[in-house]
């Protein structure tokens, strides 16, 4: 019989499509005690799920919580109640650890009354604006665009020292993302760094799915050029925003009473 490492490669891939090299990279940061929880009979691998660790900063507080995501089950056991079972389990055990909170992103809102009827609510707030390519922007030519492989977390912490109601992210959380195909887009000014950027550029529209910036107008300065290199539209994310969005998908559980209800995710491996 395979291992469970490789039941679970072999699940993951049949059940959200992704490539050999893709699963391998995350198997290879998250299989691990803590991260990885699953339920298995006599050896055949029957759900599973993953658990990464962050901080949510509320005002001065940074409190421990955990991102639950992946979760799936073999075909064969589903609609038996497994993936409830598991939840659980792993809930009990990351609140043993000391999470404050559980947070989850659902795959689509039909999922949204199965995650409440186990006390997740709505909680995720975010700003998108669209950004058309136009090809004259010359009032941008002092500012460069330049791709780089890893973050700048000088930087990033400085940015993430001013936001308040949202994800913090170290060197761990964001690791997946210098390592797979999501492109690190810095904005520079001569040789001072103003924004960093993570982003999706394959697609029609290319999907920037965080910028760390002190002020808005700056996050929008690299998005447009970002548009004028590629030569497509842009949508940005970015926190904070002038006008949010309520999310029809990210949810919470506090296990500890007097959490806020609006959060900004950030990067949460939602793609």
Same mark, same amino acid.
């Given at each position: 019989m395979k291992t469970i490492q490789e039941q679970a490669k072999e699940l993951w891939r049949k059940t959200f499509g992704d490539t050999v090299e893709y699963i391998d990279k995350f198997f290879n940061l998250y299989f691990k005690p803590n991260y990885f929880f699953h339920l298995e009979k006599d050896g055949k691998l029957l759900s599973m799920l993953?658990?990464?660790h962050h901080r949510l900063k509320i005002g001065e507080k940074n409190l421990p919580i955990a991102y639950i995501g992946s979760v799936c089950t073999d075909e064969e056991y589903r609609n038996c109640g497994l993936a409830t079972t598991l939840m659980q389990k792993a809930e009990n055990e990351l609140k043993?650890?000391? !999470?404050?909170?559980?947070?989850?992103?659902?795959?689509?809102?039909?999922?949204? /009354?199965?995650?409440?009827? =186990?006390?997740?609510? &709505?909680?995720?707030?975010?700003?998108?604006k669209k950004i058309s390519y136009?090809?004259?922007?010359?009032?941008?030519?002092?500012?460069?665009?330049?791709?780089?492989?890893d973050f700048d977390f000088d930087f990033i912490n400085q940015v993430q020292g001013k936001r308040n109601n949202c994800i913090i992210h170290n060197e761990e959380t964001l690791k997946l993302y210098t390592i797979t195909d999501y492109k690190i887009i810095n904005l520079y000014h001569n040789t001072t760094l103003l924004a960093q950027c993570v982003s999706i550029v394959d697609w029609d529209t290319i999907e920037i799915l965080d910028c760390f910036s002190l002020d808005e107008q700056t996050a929008e300065i690299l998005?447009?050029?970002?548009?004028?290199?590629?030569? !497509?539209?842009?949508?940005?994310k970015?926190?904070?925003?002038?006008?949010?969005? /309520?999310?029809?998908?990210? =949810?919470?559980?506090? &296990?500890?009473?007097g959490l806020v209800n609006e959060?900004?995710?950030?990067?949460?491996?939602?793609?």
């Amino acid at each position: 019989m395979k291992t469970i490492q490789e039941q679970a490669k072999e699940l993951w891939r049949k059940t959200f499509g992704d490539t050999v090299e893709y699963i391998d990279k995350f198997f290879n940061l998250y299989f691990k005690p803590n991260y990885f929880f699953h339920l298995e009979k006599d050896g055949k691998l029957l759900s599973m799920l993953f658990a990464t660790h962050h901080r949510l900063k509320i005002g001065e507080k940074n409190l421990p919580i955990a991102y639950i995501g992946s979760v799936c089950t073999d075909e064969e056991y589903r609609n038996c109640g497994l993936a409830t079972t598991l939840m659980q389990k792993a809930e009990n055990e990351l609140k043993n650890l000391g !999470k404050k909170a559980i947070i989850l992103i659902a795959a689509h809102e039909g999922l949204v /009354p199965f995650y409440q009827k =186990m006390g997740y609510s &709505l909680c995720g707030i975010e700003g998108i604006k669209k950004i058309s390519y136009k090809e004259d922007l010359n009032d941008l030519e002092q500012f460069k665009i330049q791709t780089t492989c890893d973050f700048d977390f000088d930087f990033i912490n400085q940015v993430q020292g001013k936001r308040n109601n949202c994800i913090i992210h170290n060197e761990e959380t964001l690791k997946l993302y210098t390592i797979t195909d999501y492109k690190i887009i810095n904005l520079y000014h001569n040789t001072t760094l103003l924004a960093q950027c993570v982003s999706i550029v394959d697609w029609d529209t290319i999907e920037i799915l965080d910028c760390f910036s002190l002020d808005e107008q700056t996050a929008e300065i690299l998005a447009k050029k970002v548009s004028l290199f590629y030569k !497509k539209d842009v949508n940005l994310k970015y926190f904070p925003f002038t006008e949010k969005t /309520p999310s029809t998908i990210e =949810m919470i559980k506090p &296990l500890e009473q007097g959490l806020v209800n609006e959060i900004y995710m950030s990067l949460n491996l939602d793609t």
